[in-house]
């Protein structure tokens, strides 16, 4: 019995509650009304003094890992084929995002434009931070890197943001990113290296008396295709040797390159079964030509790799393919006022309807006793809280 009389009782409650809720915004009405207006009236006029900031925007496709032209060469020359290519960029936006985040990159911006100066940085530190503060690049799936530059004058603005890809352009440059540059590079050393004993074995061939136009028509085929073979082991070698950096031993192209090197060897042990022994007198020139061929042949090897990844790394000459430039905005971005204002005013319509119950709640507990006992206990220990001494009542 007395739970069903509880029940309608706190229905009434809620019911008085909520009238009461409803009675206190009525009674605030104008304030809660004119109030707002009046704060994004003001912050409208506000939005009005903030300098215009402009932002420009660029576009541009990042290097691609395009299919080489070599790659026609890499059955027949399996040893050397994927010995420069083995490690590929997996995420190249992403790199080339961070390289222009990168203090080289942003040293550079900050000396060219005098960024320094301009926003009034003391520490070149706080420069950096000031333009990654202004900037903002991101990667589509669509491929394409795009930078903004935010800045109060436009034309400075485009300035900068282009001014991010011919940097990077500079910086891509002094590195060997693409597959081709890393093929390049390789081969150039390899070549170098093997040049320089390709020219010692020449000369240690001349030293036996034997003429150029000799050299050119006399040797035998036999010692040359031995010196030839002898240069697919070792560019075998090279390759597996490579691989073992990052492939297992039980990988497939492991296996298959292990058993090319093992069919090499094979062949290469065959020929020098076969080879007819020299005779008495000759062993000098024998050796001594058989090591020319050798070095002759993979000379001839790498010069052709080097070539062809010099081929590839023109088609990628230009690293960087701008889409749309920076061009000077016409209209700001910010600040946008209509926005200012409609937030300004939000937030200032919750502040007050909040404000509006806290005072009405206050003054209903004023008249009730035992309620303004509690806030005077409360006053009392915030100021004891706040370090002051608690004043008579």
């Known amino acids: 019995m007395t739970d069903n009389t509880h029940i309608p009782d706190t229905a009434e409650d ?7 809720l409803l009675q206190t915004i009525v009674d605030n009405l104008r304030l809660l ?33 395009q299919q080489s032209a070599a790659a026609s060469m890499l059955a027949s020359l399996g040893g050397l084929g994927g010995l420069a290519g083995a490690a590929g960029i997996k995420n190249p936006a992403d790199q080339y995002l961070a390289f222009m985040k990168s203090n080289s990159v942003q040293d550079e911006l900050i000396a060219r434009f005098k960024l320094d100066e301009r926003y009034q940085a003391k520490f070149k ?19 394409l890197i795009t930078v903004q530059i935010d800045d109060k004058d436009p034309k400075f603005a485009a300035d900068l943001a282009n001014a991010h890809v011919e940097e990077l352009q500079k910086l891509l440059a002094r590195l060997a990113v693409t597959e081709a540059q890393q093929r390049r590079a390789f081969f150039e050393k390899q070549l170098s290296q093997v040049k320089e004993k390709f020219t010692e074995a020449e000369q240690a061939l001349r030293a036996t008396g034997v ?20 240069a697919q082991v070792t560019a075998q070698e090279v390759k597996v040797g490579a691989m073992r950096g990052y492939l297992a031993e039980t990988a497939p192209d492991f296996k298959q390159a292990m058993t090319e090197l093992a069919n090499l060897r094979a062949q290469l042990a065959k020929q020098e079964k076969d080879e007819p022994a020299a005779a008495a007198g000759q062993g ?11 070095q002759e042949t993979l000379f001839e090897l790498f010069a052709r790799q080097f070539e062809m990844a010099k081929v590839d790394e023109s088609r990628e000459g230009a690293v960087i393919q701008v889409l749309d430039a920076a061009q000077p905005p016409e209209r700001k971005s910010k600040p946008k006022k209509a926005q200012i204002a409609i937030i300004a005013t939000l937030a200032a319509g919750f502040a007050l309807l909040l404000f509006v119950f806290i005072r009405q709640a206050m003054r209903n507990a004023s008249q009730d006793s035992e309620s303004a006992q509690k806030l005077v206990a409360l006053k009392t220990s915030w100021r004891k809280a706040i370090g002051r001494q608690a004043t008579g009542r």
Request: aromatic fraction near 8%.
């Open 125 to 143: 530190e706080d420069a950096r931070a000031a333009l990654t503060g202004s900037t903002r690049a991101s990667s589509g799936k669509d491929g």
């Open 33 to 65: 009304i004119l109030g707002p207006l009046v704060v994004g009236l003001a912050a409208l006029g506000y939005s009005f003094t903030i300098p215009p900031t402009f932002t420009a925007t660029v576009k541009f496709l990042p290097p691609q890992q």
């Open 14 to 20: 809620d019911e008085i509650s909520l009238l009461d």
């Open 284 to 294: 000098d020139y024998v050796a001594k030509f058989r090591e020319f061929k050798y």
């Open 211 to 230: 003429s150029s136009s000799v050299l050119k028509s006399n040797p035998t085929s036999a010692l040359a295709a031995v010196a030839g073979l002898k």
